[in-house]
């Protein structure tokens, strides 16, 4: 009687619903869930014992907590009158603790049999995996091809930042060498140096702007920062309009720099009118030479000349090094 529902069950649908088309065997089968079960239909006839009895036998375990939440699932299968019976579906650790407690007339041979059957199926499974994770797919033609230009996009890649690198150390060789002073080598436009400042004599700090290309209150600032220039009581330059510059003496002993004394008109609160001594510093050619490679060196692979408030920001942080280490003697 069991081996007719056992026929029943696996030619039926619902035998297929808890089983899995991969790997099976008569004893036990892999679920849907990839773990290696049996059920109570397959252990009551290995076992010689009436299904209902089985159950009976499962259902007292499961009560008493002998078979835990993992051990068992409770399924059915539909008999031949389209019937939907009860079964119970083992896992191989619940079936390794229900079989002692099932008797029946075939019970040793159906516990052998059953063992064995649960271990060549693990067998088996652990055989397709390893199999299936050592299977290597060959690519077809578009993967192929794909491959093919990924290889020369990375390749491409490559030589562009090889490219990019060589540039790079042309650019900081050129840097290097424009600051051991070869800048007649590296910047073309130093050769005409003589004729950017052919104009005879000293150039005040207006026109010297123009000569070199940049606005005057920035050449202005820039010459503080350089300490070719600076404001008495002044500590920015820039900010105290009516004071005039004063040249350092490093800068005039350098040939850098030199005064121009001059005289200016003013008028006296009464409408008359007198001339003032002026001292304005004054660039000379010399100077206009040293300024010109200068801005040249700042103005290397295209970099911006520094802002007006980064040049004052520059001296004011100057300032105050110099301040600090005096009191620090």
Known sequence: MVSNQIAEVRAGHGYLDVATKVVTSELCRVSEHGEIVTDSLVIAEEFGRAHKNVLASL?????????????FKLTSYTDNSNRQKRMIELSERGAMIAMPFIGGTKSEEGQVRLVSAFISMRERVHALEHAKAAAVKLPNAKELAMLVIAESDRADAAEQRAEDEQRRAIRAEARADLLSGKVDELLPAAHALDDLVATPGSECGTDAAKTLGVSPKWLFLYMQSIEWIYKRGVRSGGQAA??????????????YVERNVGHREARKPNG????LPTNTVYVTREGLKELAKRIAVLRADGKELPTTLELIQSHLSRVDAQKKAKRGK
Not at 59 to 71: F, P
Not at 243 to 253: G, H, L, R, S, V
Not at 272 to 275: G, L, P, Q
């Open 59 to 71: 259902d007292g375990l499961i009560e008493r907590g002998r078979l835990g939440g993992l051990d």
């Open 272 to 275: 008359s009118v007198v001339f």
């Open 242 to 255: 009516s004071i005039p510059w004063t040249m350092t003496d490093e800068a005039w002993k350098a040939g």
